[in-house]
């Protein structure tokens, strides 16, 4: 769940065409899903962001006191063909070879989405030291590649890196450099 969670990240991302898909989406499931939520008062205290920002990770995290494994791929490719260049931005198709695979992309394409994941990783800069949160950062392209390819982070599994976290045998900070990470299919 929260690997699909993860393109919350991207609430300041912006298509190439300037607009924020992500943030009109989920200004959308937000408002479904603040119906069932405490979380609205306990965010907009907190945060101070007008209500729709609660959704984003990046805004709720640092006060989450419960801990929190997150589990991503920073240039996974759902964000890339929905969020970076969803097709109304690419009516000629120029980035569907780019899009099907991250190899066949140009210099000036693999630049972009750089870019692009780079903005999601600035979030954990933002994030105070906890022993209590942990993430497992891949390259990987293909999205949901971090559970069918089994990745590896500093020769770790995810489930050996999650297994270390959980019972505090060690704290897992990982986050996988770009571009892809050799074991990603």
Known sequence: MMQELGVLQMQGSSSMGGQSLALWIFKRCMRTLLLYMDQQRICLQLVRLQWNQCFFPQNVVPYIQTPIFIIYS?????????????????PQRVWDPCKKQ???CTF??????????????????GLTPSFTRGYFITSCHSHGAILSTNPRLLHKTLAEAVGDWYFDRAGFKHIDPYPCARDCK
Do not use: C, H, M, T
């Open 102 to 104: 991250i190899s066949n």
């Open 74 to 90: 920073a240039y996974d490719s759902w964000q890339i063909n929905n969020i970076l260049v969803p097709e109304y931005l690419d």
């Open 108 to 125: 000036s394409q693999r630049l972009i989405i750089q870019a692009f994941g780079l903005e999601f990783l600035k979030v954990f800069e």
